[in-house]
Structures are given as structure tokens and as C-alpha cells.
């Protein structure tokens, strides 16, 4: 099976400031990896994701960065605005499993 | 455009009785999804069809009972409600069986009381 968490539950960042979410997963066989907005209300969105052969993947102001190593991934998002507040979730799969594992998800305050 | 649409979006019903949630996406993919988000936020999968065909059938109780008509919706029907039923239901869909991005529906806010 698989598990994942997530490091922290909150994070309050300044606006402009740099914010950094964690995720940890236990399935070393896991090859695909996505983070997820959710605001209020709605439905979880795609921000990115990255595959097991690659480290670091980068998208508008997001970046992506996987260590296989120790089973870790990190969200990085660049001069963070008040639009990004949110929960943001990790999930991972295993190629053929056709089952995405979230993690439990870190809610993301943006401090105007 | 709607990628992924359900309805309702909100559901309040009484213990005991049967409802149903639908799903339609327009994104012509071929399998779809319903996850369980509870109040912590966690999200869980349900079910998985590819095809019309069921794939994942998680530990769901036997009053959940999913059916897909078609590649383009997937209907979740809920019999006898209870009151640890209250949740919201998302559904998604994806090309093939992955590993690829899944689309989500807005969700069913669904309250038993």
C-alpha cells in the first residue's frame, strides 16, 4: 500500500514571499507524483506534476521537487499572492494501479 | 465549458433514505472516478471504472453502488443513508488508467441528518 502525509497542516506565508509545502510517501515503487489546489467550495485543480525520472519540474511560479531518495516531494511557489491561498494536496501512483494516494492535504494562508 | 460536472452540487436528506449523485464529463475520457472527501479534508477513492468497467471498488459499503451508462458519466447511488455518510463526493476523469492528471467535479455536498 501507500501512505502519505504531508508535513505541515497550515502554513501562513506573507504576501510575495516564497512558500514551500512538503509531502512524504512510503511506496518507493510509486512513479508519478501531482500536487493539487482545492479553494473553498470547489473542486481539487492540477497545479503540476512530475515523473520518477526527473528531480525538478517547473510551471508558472511552481516548482516541483522530487527525492526519490528519502520519498519526498516539495511544492515551491514563487512570490506567493493572495489568490493562492488554499489547501494544497500531494498525491502520488504507482504506474498500473490506477489509484491515486493523496496526502491529507496543507492549508495555505496568504498574509496581505 | 464544464470539464466535469455533477449534480447535485448540495444534498440534505435523511437517514434511511436513497439518493443518487451524477456525473458527466466532456473531456472524452475513457475512465472516471468518485472519491470521498471528508471533514478533514482527506480524499479517498471509491470507485474506478475504465470503459464502463469497474476497475477499483475500495472498502465501500454495499449501499454505494456505482453505475456508468456510458465512457461520459458515472453515477453514484447511495441506499439507506447514515449519518457517517456525510461527506463531499467528487468525481474525476482521466485518459486510460494513468498515470496521468485527473480532472474533479465542483463535488456533492452531501448532509444526512
Known amino acids: 500500500g501507500e501512505s502519505v502525509g504531508l508535513h505541515l497542516p497550515t502554513l501562513s506565508v506573507q504576501e510575495g514571499d516564497n512558500s514551500i509545502i512538503n509531502c512524504a510517501y512510503s511506496?518507493?515503487?510509486?512513479?508519478?507524483f501531482i500536487w493539487y489546489k482545492q479553494e473553498s467550495g470547489k473542486g481539487p485543480q492540477f497545479i503540476i506534476d512530475i515523473r520518477s525520472n526527473m528531480d525538478k519540474r517547473q510551471g508558472q511560479r511552481v516548482t516541483v521537487l522530487l527525492n526519490k531518495t528519502v520519498k519526498h516531494l516539495s511544492l515551491q511557489i514563487a512570490a506567493t499572492q493572495p489568490g493562492d491561498s488554499a489547501v494544497y494536496f500531494c498525491a502520488v501512483e504507482q504506474t498500473g494501479a490506477n489509484n491515486l494516494f493523496f496526502g491529507t492535504g496543507t492549508r495555505l494562508t496568504v498574509i496581505p | 465549458d464544464t470539464a466535469v460536472s455533477q449534480t447535485p452540487k448540495y444534498l440534505v436528506t435523511q437517514m434511511g433514505n436513497d439518493k443518487s449523485i451524477k456525473c458527466e464529463q466532456n473531456l472524452g475520457h475513457d475512465t472516471m472516478y468518485w472519491y470521498k472527501q471528508d471533514s478533514k479534508k482527506f480524499l479517498k477513492i471509491m470507485f474506478s471504472?475504465?470503459?464502463?468497467?469497474?476497475?477499483i471498488n475500495e472498502t465501500v459499503p454495499n449501499r454505494f453502488s456505482p453505475k456508468s451508462p456510458d465512457k461520459a458519466h458515472l453515477n453514484l447511488h447511495i441506499n439507506s443513508l447514515e449519518l457517517g455518510d456525510s461527506a463531499v463526493y467528487f468525481c474525476?476523469?482521466?485518459f486510460g488508467t494513468g498515470p496521468y492528471e485527473q480532472y474533479f467535479g465542483p463535488g456533492t455536498r452531501l448532509t444526512v441528518t
Open positions: 471504472y475504465n470503459n464502463k468497467e469497474l476497475i
Open positions: 474525476a476523469s482521466r
Open positions: 511506496n518507493s515503487a510509486s512513479d508519478y
